[in-house]
């Protein structure tokens, strides 16, 4: 098996990157190795050579007793721990603890199971919940919901802490542990206790487990004012997303477009061979489209090979799910290729990630690279900020209601809150958005409970909830509601007159 570069957000959630493998990259052998200093070693004396030895001895002498110090605790433990302890179980916390002192959300060691079960999800297709996370302070931590997915559909949201997984509390587990016990069949339930920034209580959310699609381009024309607008909508970069993506492309050109927009918000990233291969389809030829650099300062660029560049404006839609490869094409299209870029700032993922076979089935995840935008700009933990920043209404981030208590008159809690921003979004004034049910908000209730054949009582049950949530996910996905979408196409309706 070979070694693979990943330039992920994080790990997926039900461990499912699907058939394309959105994890892997490009080979190692082809980064560059840093060249010996021939100079140096020209003009070494002998008496440098002899510094140098003694030098080595001394890191040699210091090795063996860092090796004598892990021995000898490991031997201590074996010997006089109240109880007994198996070597693998000491020498895999050993190497978690190493990664752990790392202080980096995207190395991690996987066991045999875990590296087996990684591995095969490259190649498989998947069910799971559609979501991408990572380690943040010692907590598993949704990065982004997929587009379209249970757990978009559900209401999770960037930056959700994951707490209890079907009520057990998941303090101490492994990243890779924890999505372990999220995957499952589809039509299964896990519920999810979440601790939201900026929320005072924990929210529970049952996610009902699907299969999530392996496509990741989706391409479509839209007519706007005798004006005609290819849209691109890449949900991950995978082993044939280039390919796709230029089958598509090469369809919308033959249909004569004006514009062309690209859709990567909530998208975690995957190969970087694919956002190069694309990148040579829109960046103008000679351009940088990315840059690798190691630890010593040493980069790779990858220059665009295009032919000449596209004779019609192009308008990428980002947003904070959109992490790495989708960092990396954005950037480009902007630094390199003069673009705009309509949303609000991405995530902010600049590092490279190696898995590192350890020789008994076990894997490291090792972080060995970051990449550098066009301009040569490190965006990590910064993100790509927009040239035009549009936010999404308020009630497309509004949580699940939690309706088990049937909320009614007077009460003053966030479940009325979040109620009250979907039911202003859909139209039904609440006349407030505090969270205290007043007879404006109940008037607002009664008016949606007649228009959807409810009971009209004024109070919300969890029918009138779930009818609510289903309504503002239907509203969410029309594309008339996108306002970051509708800007782009006014933006590229413009750019073309």
């Known amino acids: 098996m070979k070694n693979k570069i990943f330039l992920p957000v994080v790990f997926v959630l039900a461990l499912l990157i699907g058939a394309g493998g959105m994890y892997a990259g490009m080979s190692i052998m082809g980064l560059p190795q840093a060249e010996p200093n021939s100079t140096e070693q020209a ?16 890191e040699t002498a210091a090795d063996e007793n860092e090796e004598d110090q892990i021995r000898q605790a490991m031997d201590t433990i074996k010997e006089s721990y109240v109880n007994e302890v198996e070597d693998e179980q000491l020498i895999e916390g050993a190497i978690s603890g190493m990664i752990e002192t790392l202080d980096d959300p995207y190395s991690d060691f ?50 959700d802490q994951i707490l209890e997984i079907d009520g057990e509390n998941i303090e101490g587990l492994s990243l890779y542990d924890a999505v372990l016990k999220i995957r499952g069949e589809k039509g299964t339930t896990v519920t999810l206790t979440i601790d939201r920034p900026g929320a ?97 300062g040493e980069r790779i660029t990858h220059v665009s090979n295009m032919e000449g560049e596209k004779e019609y404006p192009i308008v990428t839609l980002i947003d ?15 630094e390199a290729g003069g673009h705009d870029l309509v949303g609000t700032t991405t995530f902010g993922k600049g590092t490279v990630q190696q898995t590192i076979p350890m020789g008994d089935g076990s894997q490291l995840k090792l972080t060995l690279f970051r990449w550098l935008t066009s301009d040569g700009n490190n965006i990590h933990e910064e993100g790509v900020a927009p040239t035009v920043e549009v936010e999404q209404p308020d009630y497309f981030y509004a949580a699940p209601i939690d309706a088990e208590e049937t909320l009614v008159l007077d009460m003053l809690n966030e479940d009325i809150e979040n109620a009250q921003l979907m039911l202003d979004g859909l139209g039904y004034d609440p006349d407030r958005e505090d969270g205290y049910f007043d007879e404006a908000t109940e008037e607002a209730v009664m008016n949606f409970q007649e228009d959807e054949g409810l009971e009209v009582t004024g109070e919300i049950n969890e029918e009138t909830a779930d009818t609510l949530q289903e309504r503002v996910i239907e509203s969410v996905q029309d594309k008339e509601n996108d306002l970051q979408y509708q800007e782009g196409l006014e933006l590229l309706i413009e750019q073309a007159s």
């Open 43 to 58: 003009s070494s004396s002998q008496g440098d050579t002899e510094t140098s030895g003694a030098s080595d001895n001394t």
């Open 200 to 296: 005072s209580d924990t929210l529970e959310i049952d996610v009902v487990r699907d299969e999530i699609p392996v496509e990741t381009v989706y391409g479509e024309v839209v007519e706007e004012n005798d004006t005609s607008i290819g849209v691109l909508e890449i949900r991950s970069f995978s082993e044939n997303t280039a390919e796709r993506f230029e089958e598509e492309l090469t369809e919308l050109e033959s249909e004569g477009i004006d514009g062309l927009m690209i859709d990567v918000r909530g998208n975690p990233g995957g190969f970087l061979q694919s956002v190069e291969d694309i990148g040579d389809l829109l960046i103008p030829e000679g351009e940088v489209v990315v840059q690798i650099e190691d630890r010593d």
């Open 320 to 334: 904070g799910g959109s992490a790495s490869a989708s960092e990396i094409l954005a950037a480009a299209l902007q």
């Open 110 to 159: 996987m066991n045999e199971s875990t590296a087996e079960e990684f591995m095969n999800s490259l190649d498989s297709s998947f069910e799971g919940i559609g979501a991408e996370v990572s380690m943040t302070d010692g907590r598993v931590t949704i990065v982004a919901p997929f587009r379209d997915s249970p757990a978009e559909d559900a209401g999770l949201r960037p930056n």
